[in-house]
């Protein structure tokens, strides 16, 4: 396990270092300028060189991005141009309220996708399972912003349960977990019931029905181990919820996290906090990656094999 770690970090690097060169170059090819939101009405030409000579963004986008990135890679993501702070302590400020959200929708997501398709495959072809890839296409196709609004409409503002927005306390959390939830549990229901009928149409199933062994005791000793695999894959990428925390979600329900604090940089063209905000949520991605392929290969040898 050791071995195939060390080698996976390798092949991150050069992910990385991509990752990294495209949101450079995204946050700065996207028209606007913060210097523009600092100027004041009828500012001079020399005002704007300037501000654009203190925060270097008259120096070329290869220069740029060299020195950004160097900085990056000891911690250092710089100072937000308009909010006149660090834009690590920015991120380690609404850090917390992402992972809350994040964690606490890929858990909910976790346990009810699962158990909602492992119960579809086991009644595979009933009117149940019809009416359950029904509501996984339904569930698919929801936009998260406009399923947001209509908690916001139907369970704060009409029946008064839970609050229209913020952070204050544990029920505010319940609508946007539920909003950014129900996508997951449709694309882990979905993967988790494809992945049990798949496995149960291997030779060593119709094996074990030979032998005398009840359905019920195939399903659950014998499939759920190897259905599981394709499920922990997802789950591996779904970990980047855990730093992204829904960034159109948050701004809906108001919440603060790294969504709302991108959202609001992108309108200023914030470039440090938009780059540093981008380069979180991308290696939370590639963290989320790294912790799915780990437990694929310590649930199956063969994929260490594959890597050796």
Known sequence: MLG?????????????????????????????????HMLQIGASAERRQELAAKFGLDRPLVVQYALWLKAALTGDLGDAIILKQPVLDLILAN???????????????????VSVGAAAAYFAGSWFDRIVMAGILMGSMLPSFWLGLLMILIFAVELGLFPVSGARSWDALVLPVLTVGIGGV?????????????????????????????????FF??????????????????????????????????????????????????????????LMLGMGVMLGTLVGDLAQAAMDPRVRDRMS
Do not use: N
């Open 95 to 113: 850090l917390p309220y992402s992972l809350a959200l994040g964690l606490s929708a890929l858990v909910f997501s976790t346990v009810v996708g």
């Open 221 to 278: 000793r014998h499939l759920v181990r190897h259905a599981l695999m394709p499920v922990v894959t997802i789950l591996g990428l779904k970990v980047g919820w855990i730093l992204g925390g829904a960034v159109t979600v948050e701004y809906v329900f108001a919440r603060p996290g790294l969504g709302s604090l991108l959202i609001t940089s992108l309108g200023q063209r914030d470039y440090p906090v938009v780059q540093g905000c981008l």
């Open 4 to 36: 195939y770690f060390v080698r996976r970090m390798v092949m991150l690097l050069p992910v990385f270092l991509a990752m990294s060169a495209i949101v450079f170059l995204i946050v700065h090819l996207v028209p606007g300028d913060p210097i523009d």
């Open 186 to 218: 449709a694309l882990i229901a979905r993967v988790t019931r494809a992945a049990f009928v798949e496995v149960a149409q291997q030779d060593f199933v119709t094996l074990l029905h030979a032998k005398g062994l009840t359905r019920r005791r195939i």
